[in-house]
């Protein structure tokens, strides 16, 4: 948390909305642990990470969408194939991620 | 608006244990919040002050453990799945000796999100031009700082070789709860150094605890690449491994 709290910080103080998502679970190997965040900007900035770059893309999708739906939600991301999201991890592990809108 | 957000920021800027819990599936409101402190009251709702009791127990041990996941709770409607992220206050690196190697280490030792201290009882080491990027930096004693402030998130770092300045600092570090307890020097250096404390009365199960020489075997040969050294023994420690 406190390696994105500077950035979200100046997105606040531009007035800008802010959605994060933060690793919840991790089977086999995953290249970041528990807790491991990632914050967007309604602008499209983005900083942190919840992996080793295998799903920030989708993570970011699905920030700007909780930025827009105020709604929250939790991202699963396996081997490829048979997940919506059609994100395979390289490392063969498994991500829960939730994502939500910083409005709390 | 924003209490939470802003009660967690304030938390972690005071370096003040904290955790958060969020409903993150199941029958409850999905993305609900609950700020857990320790010795203060709860921010926020998971929606059931039943469901807030049972989380705020759990976050407190799981603080105290420097543990965050997933725990499953059982409610009216079903079951519900709560992520509890904790906040445990930083780790501190004590660093006993202002030397070469001291200067690179406060760097690596920051970046890792320690707090560092800086201490050594000779004042031509211990300047603020040298340390200005410790969070502290204490012109005594060891064994005049030490007692008291070391705790299971305390990593002492001792880098004198001189037993002037090691000896009493370890006498303080070894029987303490500190998480790691290192020390500098050769392994000539180490076995008069046990000699040293075992006629002193140190207990062989507070030697045991010792790591020396400090640091992982990487062929260290510049100070800065002895701090990268020393480096990643602590971060090894701190996931309770020894990195061998």
């Known amino acids: 948390m406190k390696d994105v709290l500077p950035a979200i910080e100046q997105w606040r103080a531009r007035g800008e909305r802010v959605a994060f998502a933060t690793v919840v679970k991790t089977l086999g190997s995953a290249p970041r642990g528990v807790g491991a965040k990632m914050a967007v900007s309604s602008s499209g900035a983005m900083i942190g990470s919840v992996s080793g770059g295998c799903i920030e893309g989708a993570v970011f999708d699905a920030c700007q969408e909780a930025i827009k739906t105020g709604k929250a939600q939790l991202l699963h991301f396996g081997v490829a194939d048979d997940d919506a999201w059609d994100v395979g991890l390289a490392c063969g592990g498994i991500i829960d991620v939730f994502v939500e809108p910083l409005d709390w | ?244």
């Open chain 2, 1 to 244: 608006m924003t209490i939470l957000y802003t009660t967690l920021k304030a938390c972690l800027a005071a370096e003040q244990p904290v955790a958060v819990a969020t409903i993150i599936d199941g029958t409850g409101q999905i993305g609900a919040k609950l700020l857990v402190r320790p010795g203060e009251a709860l921010l926020g709702t998971l929606g059931d002050s039943i469901l807030n009791e049972a989380v705020e127990r759990d976050a407190l041990a799981m603080l105290l453990r420097a543990e965050s996941g997933i725990r499953s709770y059982t409610v009216a409607d079903g079951d519900v799945q709560v992520f509890i992220e904790t906040y445990p206050p930083p780790p501190t690196m004590f660093i006993v000796g202002a030397v070469h190697i001291a200067i690179p280490l406060v760097t690596f030792a920051k970046t890792l999100g320690f707090r560092t201290v800086v201490i050594d009882a000779r004042g031509a080491f211990a300047t603020p031009e040298r340390f200005a990027h410790a969070d502290e930096l204490i012109h005594a004693w060891p064994d005049e700082v030490l007692p008291g402030r070391l705790t299971s998130n305390s990593f002492v770092v001792l880098l004198t070789h001189d037993p002037k300045l090691d000896d009493p600092a370890l006498k303080v570090a070894l029987p303490s709860p500190a998480r790691y307890v290192g020390a500098l020097g050769s392994p000539k250096t180490h076995a008069r150094r046990l000699e040293r404390l075992r006629a002193d009365g140190v207990p062989e199960e507070q030697l045991a605890r010792l790591h020396a020489p400090i640091g992982l075997k990487i062929g260290s040969d510049s100070p800065e690449e002895i701090a990268v050294s020393i480096i990643a023994e602590v971060v090894a420690a701190r996931h309770g491994l020894t990195g061998r």
